[in-house]
């Protein structure tokens, strides 16, 4: 039997990016084995120090007087914890000076929701019948924005410039000569650091992108998933940034709690308001057990500290090692860049020139138990869909092992080459003949 579905069903139901992303990654986590080399997913690494923080918190809920029934045998408001609420607010007013209480701070069930939320919310069809869109002003983006309207595509985005600030490393940057608020652009969107690639917006494109909203009217949304206070997964000195027109969004998964499922926004009240309300709607209230086990860190501070002192430097060394590796691993073989890290859990290649695209690169990787996420599933929305260099671009996530980083990195290499001979071989074969 066949069923027919809406627009919203075929929009969510029928495939996308972060599904293959993601199902690659639950695959290769349940069957485990060494033959799987999982450099796609975004799972965060392993660590030892903050996993017995987790540990002793979960002890500790169990042993305190009411302690589990709050975790999880009882539902929260649908905007989060109330105690909660206000130890996010107090966090961030006395760490940066912010004006803010608990009225401009909600939870999702994890970041991936927060932004379904916002962007519908924000964009799609309005009621006078206009459409509106995001605008994201940096591609590569992070792949799961990319199939989150209800109503459709909703997403405008422009093609970076491209510095080159190495032998083998560039850096995208904001075109802002080419950067326009049309009247149908609801809100402008942006990662820091970015994920794929690991680039952060410098606080002037922060505050120039801020300036260009509230001139518009329009908010500014941050995705600080991976980025400052916590994680703090930051390899680039860089100043907080929050108005009363700007949206922040963070996460507990980056900091070690995936499977909890708990986004954080901080944004005005209205917004904040309607948050509260969609999360009603769709499940009734938000998963409790996240808040309870970061709230007596996120009152001390402590969260702040293993940010600091444990996260950033765990990855910044795990990013150190992979850099090194491909470094190693690539030579002068073939032509190739990676872009420069500077925070993140990815490495971001591009190969110019490749003579497949980064799908079929990704299949051939996949056959011989390497998995990556194709590049041109981050440049949703944008401007030049012919545009070559998304072809041309890979995710590699280092979070992994070192030994199964570097032996990923190894057979990567061993598949460009492949591509570059065969490239050489077909060239012959269709030359003139003297």
Known sequence: MSYEFSELGQNLGRGS????LMDDLGHALASGGSEIRMLGGGQPAQIPEINAVWRKRLEELLAETGGLERAVTSYDPPRGNPRFLEAIAQLFRETFGWKITSENVAVTSGGQTAFYFLFNLLAGKMPNGDRKR???????????????????DLFKALTPLIEKTGEHEFKYRVDFDRLEITPDIAAICAS??????????????????????KEHGIPLILDNAYGAPFPGILFEKITPFWDEHVILTFSLSKIGLPGTRTGIVLGPPEI??????????????????????????IESGEILRLAREVVQPFYQEKCRLARQAAAEIFGDDFEWFMHRSEGALFLWFWFPGLKITSHELYNRLKKRGVL?????????????????????CIRVSYAMNETVVREGLEIIAEEIKKCARLADTDAKDHSPKG
């Open 17 to 20: 990016g972060i599904e293959e």
């Open 134 to 152: 995001i605008l994201l002003p940096l591609v590569p983006e992070y792949i799961g924005y990319s199939n989150q309207g209800v109503s459709g």
């Open 192 to 213: 820091r650091p970015t994920n794929p690639t690991g680039n952060v917006l410098t606080d002037e494109e922060v505050a120039r992108l801020s300036a260009l909203a």
């Open 272 to 297: 904040i308001r309607a948050l509260g309300s969609m999360s009603a709607i769709a499940g009734l209230s938000n998963p409790n057990i996240g808040q309870q086990i970061v709230l007596p860190l």
């Open 372 to 392: 990556v996420i194709p590049g041109h599933y981050f440049f949703f929305g944008h401007d030049q869909p012919d545009w070559r260099h998304r072809q041309e």
